[in-house]
């Protein structure tokens, strides 16, 4: 059996990696339209702000796909598939045939439209590309004002760390606190003191209007009519699935490409996984669900009769800004008939831990700063727990 994956991001890379391991003969072949093999985007600030070279950034090298007997190919943007003939086409290169595709295409970056998107100095940070782009203008421009539109985590993650190169960055929230998917208003406001701590300034509850200069940013003007001046304007609005080759190819899309509970889109022999990816009405943007739908596909390519694909627990743990944090669930913990909050503040060291469970099931939690063990609660959410162990965790 031959599989074809395009795209080398992280749901890519783990159809196959759990394809190989669990079947040595398998053909595989991988497509990526970006001149690198699998790495890593959470570095991407740090590699803005030379903290991390780009060796370091790779998760997987060239080397590994040869050892692995993958044919790997970069730098390859695929045209359009044929469904009916099983064939990918590659730009400017013959076609490919396949048994079972898979389309890990990911998402781009969603990007505000403010009359001149070309304005020199507007970016969004989603690729090394990106990245390269952003580390040049701040060497060539001397910048010295970053103003970042979105608080969520690569925002905050990329002011964070571009405030160690630059003097000043603003960071702009449209909804009245930080990380309103992740966090409640209490938890937010623990995580803005640390920010602020940190040198960062925050515009919260207002949206830009405008970005201001001709050729060149010198600013932005807010909603409520502010002009604020900048060197740079950094959109992380979050994302928007990549489904035009699906689309084009005359598979079904809305918001992502359409899939079953077995990661298959409306042809049976392509599957899609990661970021393009739509499951009824959702759709994730994260590592997690990527991963565990990767999983599903390849489970379902091998004919391992896997149990129907469930919705994947909101579930983040990462360290943001130098602080860990860890988010189960989207929406906020708060005590309510049939459940219980378990609480623990401290606010010297900027740490706050919420955990919710309804009916001895853990539904949500929120773990930031030091000292949780992050690890148990991503494993049991959404699972029976123990009352009294939850309580006992919490307050370690």
Known sequence: MKVIIIGAGVAGQTVAETLRRKDKNIEIVMFTDEPHPYYSRIFLPHYIAKERSLEKLYTRKEKWYFENNIDFYSNIEISRIDLNDKLVYPKKSKPFSYDKLVLAVGSSARKLAFGNPDIKGNFALRTIADAQKIQQFVQDNKVKHAFIIGGGLLGIELGFHLKKIVSKVNICEIAPHLLPRQLDDETAKVLQTYLKSQGLELILGQSVSEILGEKQVKGVESQDGVKIEADMVLQQLGIIPNTELAKNSGLETQKGII????????????????????????????????????????????NENPEPYKPSVWNTRLKIAGIDLTCIGLSSPEAEEGATLYEYKRHDTYTCRKVLIRNNVLTNAILLGPGADSKYFMKKAGKQVDPKEIDEKVHE
């Open 259 to 302: 899939v079953n509970e077995f990661m298959q889109s409306s042809n049976s022999d392509v599957y899609a996984v990661g970021d393009c990816v739509q499951f009824g009405e959702k759709i994730w943007g994260i590592i997690p669900a990527s991963m565990e739908q990767a999983k599903q596909a390849a489970a379902h390519i091998l």
